[in-house]
């Protein structure tokens, strides 16, 4: 096996199953109407070409593994990769999508200005269109605003369904860390996430590696999560 085949091996998930990455816990005032749009490309539906683009806390990421959890369930061949890790590669080497249902591709924007890559993925496109699998793929920008080497490779991006992800507002953060702490079975309490919410940076991303940080404080000191515990955990981080 060359180097190159060793990369794309490892950065071909199909990911683990891991209960954080469900259609059931996005959480967004156009929830519906984005996750019936990823059922139905996955199930071959609807759809066979959808972008999804937004700021980084706005749930691409997680909607691209929801999606391939969702394939898992309903026996659909997701790949997915993350463009920041394919550019480890050659353009050239990359032939896994070949044998898939669905290719889903995180952080597209990263190969945007590679002309070997846009190439690349200017023909994954159009075999999408002759029906070869269908194509799911994120974005932080709108394809108008890519820098691109290759006007058709931005063209056939918006060939099919772009959805944008709104950043979420106080509200929708609150119910994120509600129903995430839920899963990693802890209870915060609306004192503790309006604690979290005025002492700390109004950030999903911010707010979720908090949440990482009182799962474990919390298991290693056997409590519930109040804001002493929160202020503990966060100068334990802090040291």
Not at 197 to 217: N, V
Request: proline residues 3%; charged residues 25%.
């Amino acid at each position: 096996m060359s180097a190159v085949e060793w990369v794309i091996k490892q950065i071909a998930l199909p990911l683990s199953l891991d209960r954080q990455f469900s259609f059931d816990n996005f959480v967004s005032d156009q929830a519906e109407l984005i996750v019936a749009s990823l059922k139905a490309l996955v199930l071959g539906e609807g759809e066979s070409q959808i972008g999804l683009w937004g700021s980084a806390a706005s749930g691409k990421s997680h909607l691209l593994n929801a999606s391939a959890d969702f394939a898992r369930q309903n026996g659909v061949v997701l790949q997915i990769y993350d463009a920041v890790q394919l550019q480890q590669c050659a353009a050239s080497e990359f032939e896994g999508y070949s044998d898939c249902d669905v290719l889903a591709i995180d952080n597209l924007d990263a190969i945007a200005g590679n002309p070997e890559w846009e190439a690349c993925f200017y023909q994954v496109i159009n075999r999408c269109r002759d029906g070869d699998y269908r194509f799911l793929f994120a974005l932080t920008d709108k394809p108008d605003d890519l820098q691109t080497r290759l006007n058709d490779f931005r063209s056939r991006l918006q060939w099919g369904l772009m959805l944008q992800l709104p950043s979420g507002g106080d509200a929708e953060i609150r119910e994120i860390l509600r129903r995430r702490a839920g899963l990693l079975g802890i209870e915060l309490s609306a004192e503790v996430i309006s604690y979290l919410m005025t002492h700390y940076p109004r950030d999903l991303s911010a707010q979720m590696a908090i949440l990482r940080r009182l799962d474990e404080t919390s298991l290693s000191h056997q409590r519930k999560v109040t804001i002493p515990l929160v202020k503990t955990a966060l100068l334990e981080q802090a040291d």
